[in-house]
T-cell receptor, first 112, second 115 residues
């Protein structure tokens, strides 16, 4: 059974600082996704990572995937208040199925 | 733009009622999902459907059933609502994994309160 763990669960950081959110998963998978959720809103897709070593960047966010370590990271560079949201990673359970399992989420608050 | 539409934003039902949550997508996606979201627990998969009339249980299917008679519509049914089913319910759809663009697109959510 696939388990997806994120840490930290809650992150309070000052504007301008860097930080990393970690996503570990328990069984082999070749697809990992990062989503953002603003309070009271639904989930918005940020990144799709499809292979070992994949790296994608959008603005101040950069996501990477290490399938051997079963680890993905979401790195935040020079945080700004607009990045305050909850971030989820999600993993497809295997290549032959599209069932998506989510992590518990990381609630990020960026303060001045 | 992909549109995933859930029939209600807010719903209040009584214990023991049969509850239907409807979800419609307009992008001809094969896959559809129902999740519930609770504080501190993230999104938990209730049921997943990969084709019309095809379904798989997720992590927490107890107390729920689903129906997918048409490709664009996926219904979640609470057979006899209980207070512990008070939650935010999210529907999503996606293309099959063999496609390049496989991310799931989400509806706006239904906040269900069972009293």
């Amino acid at each position: 059974e696939l388990k997806v763990e994120q840490n930290p669960l809650f992150l309070s950081m000052q504007e301008g600082k860097n930080y990393t959110i970690y996503c570990n998963y328990s069984t082999t998978s070749d697809r990992l996704y990062w989503y953002r959720q603003d309070p009271g809103k639904s989930l918005e897709s940020l990144f799709v990572l499809l292979s070992n070593g994949a790296v994608k960047q959008e603005g101040r966010l950069m996501a990477s995937l290490d399938t051997k370590a079963r680890l993905s990271t979401l790195h935040i560079t020079a945080a700004v208040h607009d990045l305050s949201a909850t971030y989820f990673c999600a993993v497809a359970t295997s290549y032959n199925t599209d069932k998506l399992i989510f992590g518990t989420g990381t609630r990020l608050q960026v303060f001045p | 733009d992909v549109k995933v539409t859930q029939s209600s934003r807010y719903l209040v039902k009584r214990t023991g009622e049969k509850v239907f949550l409807e979800c419609v997508q307009d992008m001809d996606h094969e896959n559809m999902f129902w999740y519930r979201q609770d504080p501190g627990l993230g999104l938990r998969l209730i049921y997943f459907s990969y084709d019309v009339k095809m379904k798989e249980k997720g992590d927490i299917p107890e107390g729920y059933s689903v129906s997918r008679e048409k490709k664009e519509r996926f219904s979640l049914i609470l057979e006899s609502a209980s207070t512990n089913q008070t939650s935010m319910y999210l529907c999503a759809s996606s293309l099959p994994g063999v496609d390049i663009n496989t991310e799931a697109f989400f509806g706006q959510g239904t906040r269900l309160t069972v009293v």
